[in-house]
């Protein structure tokens, strides 16, 4: 026969929400700054190509 589970406590529940927050806030950060970085031509480590530069070599 089939038992349910236990509840979690709120304490737990809002422990592990918080380290997901803080995860997702530290990714988006990442992310964040990685945008800067290539809005502003600092980009060292992330290459990319622009629409501009693959219309220009194709004619």
């Known amino acids: 026969m089939a038992v349910p589970k236990k509840r979690t406590s709120k304490s737990k529940k809002r422990i592990r929400k918080s380290v997901w927050r803080e995860k ?3 990714i988006a950060s990442k992310a964040f700054s990685l945008a800067q970085s290539i809005l502003t ?3 060292k480590s992330f290459y ?3 629409n ?3 219309s220009e070599s194709t004619e």
């Open 24 to 26: 997702t806030k530290k």
């Open 41 to 43: 031509n600092r980009s």
């Open 48 to 50: 990319y190509t622009t």
């Open 52 to 54: 501009e530069k693959i």
